[in-house]
């Protein structure tokens, strides 16, 4: 695995992106359905950035794996993308506003959810595999 690039002007020298829990996610699509059908808008069409507003670099999502996993990931540290930008982030007001969402999990609940679910499919592949046919 590779990190592209350690010079960026950030904390880290990583790029700084936006990762957010797929249950926010559902949360936020959950109470927009809700918004619709109560007929709040008059609108055709409404957009919510939907993220946590706070930008993690790749190196501290990195981190935050191993922590929560309790394995060491075997990254490498290379050259720049060409096009990558520095950070991007969402800019999330308008959903809080408009929908009362807020984004409830953290980095390492992200990762910790994620891990359990990887977890989870390998035991389930060894079972299934495992089974006479």
Known sequence: MFVHGNDYPTRDGSCLRDYIHVCDIAHAHTLAIKYLEKEKTDLLCEVFNLGTGNGV??????????????????YEIGPRRAGDIIAI????????KVLGWQPKYSLDDMMSTAWKWEQRLKADDKIFTSQPR
């Open 57 to 74: 670099t790749v190196l501290e999502a990195i981190h935050s794996f191993e922590k929560v996993s309790g394995v060491k990931l075997n």
């Open 89 to 96: 982030y969402a800019n999330n007001d308008l959903a809080k």
